[in-house]
């Protein structure tokens, strides 16, 4: 379905306006070609403010030939060969995506389009099952973008600590480099020692202050346990990795530290400026 909106200026371009537009394409396959007075850079910088840094899916008339269902191909389908600049986010069971193409005349314009987006079950666990809980994190938050920090120097950040690291959280860190979960649960890009006297390294937090560690008690970093330490001072114990930790509190209403009570759709927000 499309729907046609000139009337919109740049001046009136706002968070309020977004969901208003959000609101006339609606939950299905929709999109629209906006007044080509918009710079659709604002709509793209607005956007981006609440879901994150995008996935370029078009740039300069040319498609990235990564795009499949898995990374936003249906948000492509309206304009077929007419995309000029399309960027995308996964938002929940929904793609959003902007940027510029040219309508039927030819005539390059803004366009606003959103598609619906199939969003796996990630809890499921079969007996015996070596579940790779950095790849159910992608899915949960539908994360495509490529890896943010895949450079980053392990060996010096281990050396400074005293000690190595889980392999999950330091996927974590590539994978999304700097950001926070919902917006909420911030990734540390290492470790803080703060709590280094009780046995306790930090790796995430939120904005309630509660810190989410691991208590470093044996020499294999894979089988540390995830601690939360809340800001009363009081600790829990779960017995799991930081990315399975992380996607139960995502998606299981009952987990003592859930978010699904506060988010129905998950994502990463990553903190990167987008280009």
């Known amino acids: 379905m499309s729907v046609r909106c000139d009337s919109l200026s740049a001046m009136e371009l706002t968070q309020a306006t977004v969901n208003d537009l959000l609101a006339q394409l609606g939950p299905g396959d929709s999109y629209m070609y906006l007044s080509s007075e918009l710079d659709p850079q604002a709509l793209t910088d607005l956007l981006a403010s609440r879901y994150g840094a995008p996935r370029t899916l078009v740039l300069d008339g040319f498609t990235d030939p990564t ?3 898995s990374r936003g191909a249906a948000l492509l389908v309206p304009f077929e060969d007419r995309a000029v600049k399309i960027r995308a986010w996964a938002y929940g069971n929904q793609w959003v995506g902007t940027g510029a193409a040219r309508d039927t005349e030819g005539v390059e314009r803004p366009v606003l389009v959103v598609a619906h987006r199939q969003v796996p079950e990630p809890l499921a666990v079969a007996p015996d099952e070596d579940v790779d809980w950095m790849e159910r994190l992608i899915g949960i938050t539908g994360w495509t973008q490529p890896a943010q920090r895949p450079d980053v120097y392990w060996a010096e950040v281990e050396s400074r600590l005293g000690t190595a690291l889980p392999r999950d959280y330091k996927r974590m860190v590539e994978t999304f480099g700097v950001g926070a979960f919902d917006g909420y649960l911030d990734l540390n890009q290492e470790p803080w020692a703060d709590l280094r006297e009780d046995g306790l390294l930090i790796w995430a937090g939120t904005e309630h202050e509660d810190l989410y560690c ?13 601690v939360v330490r809340s800001f009363d001072g009081k600790d829990a114990a779960f017995d799991c990795q930081a990315a399975e930790f992380v996607c139960r509190i995502l998606i299981d209403p009952h987990h003592p530290y859930t978010m699904a009570r506060y988010f129905d759709t998950h994502w990463f927000m990553s903190y990167r400026k987008s280009d």
């Open 214 to 226: 691991w208590r470093a008690d044996s020499d294999d970093p894979d089988r540390w346990p995830v």
């Open 67 to 69: 795009v499949d269902d």
